[in-house]
């Protein structure tokens, strides 16, 4: 068996198993707390997100876009459906998909900063919260699906893929904060990743 195909059965198996499991009562799946038999790799995202390249960003009946917080609840729930959930995640949560240790960033600026709120990329601490009493992770831990839809098509260009070590170590988040935490990505940095999924700071291909 390739590599290729026994990445694909595993996502398959886990795919499944949470389509099984977010048809039950209860409360969304994707707010449950974290099952590590049912976390999908980084490599496994990229390849269940990559038909989102290219997707355009929501807009009123006006052809405006939506504000940052319903456009971001909107991609939330279309990387969600990617994993096989079938209602929405919480909004506000950190992070956006609990069930899988996600926070997902949707950026259609011009110029790229990225908001991490109150919590460091970088930062060791555990987050709390009753969700977390069982798998202690820490905010290092998470793992981000940062997607760029620039201006003027505002399509997403660019994936990236990475948990917060990654992300502070790849390109260096300050350790203080004004209201937030924050990101700046470089406009040349994007243009020449245009079209890419980058995984733990490479250029991603299966």
Same mark, same amino acid.
């Given at each position: 068996?390739?590599?290729?195909?026994?990445?694909?059965k595993?996502?398959?198996?886990?795919?499944?198993?949470?389509?099984?499991?977010d048809?039950?009562?209860?409360?969304?799946?994707?707010?449950?707390?974290?099952?590590?038999?049912?976390?999908?790799?980084?490599?496994?995202?990229?390849?269940?997100?990559?038909?989102?390249?290219?997707?355009d960003?929501?807009?009123d009946e006006?052809?405006?876009?939506?504000e940052?917080?319903?456009?971001? $609840?909107?991609?939330?729930?279309? #990387?969600?459906?990617? !994993? +096989?959930? @079938?209602? =929405?995640?919480?909004?506000?949560?950190?992070?956006?998909?609990?069930?899988?240790?996600?926070?997902?960033? $949707?950026?259609?600026g011009?110029? #790229?900063?990225?908001? !991490? +709120?109150? @919590?460091? =990329?970088?930062?060791?601490?555990?987050?709390?919260?009753?969700?977390?009493?069982?798998?202690?992770?820490?905010?290092?831990?998470?793992?981000?699906?940062?997607?760029?839809?620039?201006?003027?098509?505002?399509?997403?260009?660019?994936?990236?893929?990475?948990?917060?070590?990654?992300?502070?170590?790849?390109?260096?988040?300050?350790?203080?904060?004004?209201?937030?935490?924050?990101?700046?990505?470089?406009?040349?940095?994007?243009?020449?990743?245009?079209?890419?999924?980058?995984?733990?700071?490479?250029?991603?291909?299966?």
């Amino acid at each position: 068996m390739t590599r290729a195909s026994t990445i694909i059965k595993a996502i398959r198996a886990k795919r499944d198993r949470i389509h099984s499991l977010d048809l039950g009562d209860g409360d969304p799946l994707a707010n449950a707390p974290a099952d590590p038999s049912l976390l999908f790799t980084l490599e496994e995202i990229a390849i269940l997100v990559k038909p989102l390249m290219g997707v355009d960003a929501p807009r009123d009946e006006g052809g405006r876009l939506l504000e940052v917080r319903p456009k971001g $609840h909107w991609f939330e729930f279309e #990387v969600a459906k990617k !994993f +096989g959930y @079938h209602y =929405p995640p919480g909004a506000g949560l950190f992070p956006d998909l609990r069930h899988q240790l996600l926070e997902v960033k $949707h950026h259609t600026g011009k110029s #790229v900063t990225i908001d !991490f +709120g109150h @919590h460091h =990329p970088g930062s060791e601490e555990v987050i709390e919260g009753r969700w977390n009493e069982k798998v202690q992770a820490r905010v290092c831990d998470i793992r981000y699906l940062i997607a760029l839809a620039p201006p003027p098509s505002h399509k997403v260009s660019v994936i990236v893929l990475a948990t917060g070590t990654e992300i502070n170590s790849i390109f260096g988040v300050s350790p203080t904060k004004t209201i937030k935490y924050q990101l700046g990505i470089s406009n040349q940095w994007r243009e020449a990743y245009a079209g890419q999924i980058l995984v733990s700071g490479q250029v991603f291909s299966l």
